[in-house]
């Protein structure tokens, strides 16, 4: 399993954890990094640092980093790692960490694990893009897989609006990043998981976060883990219900209990949209 939520502190996160982290400086992403991966090696997983101009001593005053450094246990690399031709096609970057994964496992490590400045690799509308929809894909990836990973934005350098269509594509995200969350499941039975709070400033939102995740049917139904979706509107509703019906589904969501998308199910009677108590 893997944690979800909103969080201020990434201590303590486990082999498959993607957090979004927004800061407010290098200084303080680096710091953030060095506890996140002083975890990864704690728990026997090889970690890496990147980061834009990245230097090898970077990390070098956390402790133990020198040490794993030199015998190969920790990496830092320039963030030059990300092609930037990959992200035209996102699925290829994520068959680069699944190499590094599978390597770091054959090299006698439990895992790995990334924390990676990704700042410069969304300052356009279409890096935004494909950067978004890679996050997605590679979440899916580390839900099956011992990978986890910290993506870090810079505030002071881009847009809260940017930064929450990042943020939204993580289980984990910082504080006040984004009012709603859409990233890949792990309950069986469903592609996707949403949370957080969906209303009329969530839902541009959504709809781009549903169109680059773009959840695929199965068996004529797309189905999400919606137990911590804590409100969603008509509005929202009916944005899930076009994403299926895009795909010739219908949308099912999971739900804790009786909670907003099932009374407005009741109540709108949307033909192809079923809501499930679990």
């Known amino acids: 399993m893997r944690r979800t939520g909103f969080i201020d502190a990434v201590d303590g996160l486990g082999r498959h954890d993607h957090v979004c982290w927004a800061f407010d400086g290098p200084d303080e992403f680096r710091r953030a990094a060095g506890r996140f991966l002083t975890d990864g090696l704690a728990a026997g997983q090889r970690v890496i640092y990147l980061a834009e101009g990245a230097g090898q001593t970077d990390l070098d005053h956390v402790e133990g980093f020198a040490q794993a450094r030199a015998e190969g246990a920790a990496y830092v690399q320039d963030l030059g790692i990300y092609d930037h031709s990959l992200l035209a096609d996102p699925i290829l970057q994520v068959g680069a960490y699944a190499r590094a994964t599978e390597q770091a496992l054959a090299d006698g490590y439990d895992g790995l694990r990334v924390a990676a400045d990704a700042t410069s690799l969304v300052r356009t509308p279409d890096q935004l893009a494909a950067f978004a929809r890679y996050e997605h894909l590679v979440d899916v990836y580390m839900t099956g897989n011992p990978f986890a990973a910290m993506?870090?934005?810079?505030?002071?350098?881009?847009?809260?609006?940017?930064?929450?269509?990042?943020?939204?594509?993580?289980?984990?995200?910082?504080?006040?990043?984004?009012?709603?969350?859409?990233?890949?499941?792990?309950?069986?039975?469903?592609?996707?998981?949403?949370?957080?709070?969906?209303?009329?400033?969530?839902?541009?939102?959504?709809?781009?976060?549903?169109?680059?995740?773009?959840?695929?049917?199965?068996?004529?139904?797309?189905?999400?883990?919606?137990?911590?979706?804590?409100?969603?509107?008509?509005?929202?509703?009916?944005?899930?219900?076009?994403?299926?019906?895009?795909?010739?589904?219908?949308?099912?969501?999971?739900?804790?209990?009786?909670?907003?998308?099932?009374?407005?199910?009741?109540?709108?009677?949307?033909?192809?949209?079923?809501?499930?108590?679990?």
């Open 151 to 278: 993506c870090g934005y810079n505030r002071r350098e881009l847009t809260s609006a940017a930064i929450a269509e990042v943020a939204c594509m993580h289980p984990l995200a910082r504080t006040s990043s984004a009012p709603l969350r859409l990233f890949a499941s792990m309950r069986p039975g469903t592609r996707a998981a949403l949370a957080g709070e969906i209303d009329i400033a969530g839902h541009a939102l959504l709809q781009t976060a549903l169109e680059r995740a773009a959840v695929a049917p199965v068996d004529g139904t797309v189905a999400i883990d919606a137990r911590e979706l804590s409100f969603i509107d008509h509005r929202g509703l009916f944005h899930l219900v076009d994403h299926a019906r895009s795909r010739g589904a219908t949308a099912v969501l999971h739900t804790a209990g009786r909670g907003p998308a099932r009374v407005l199910a009741d109540l709108l009677r949307l033909p192809d949209l079923q809501v499930t108590e679990s």
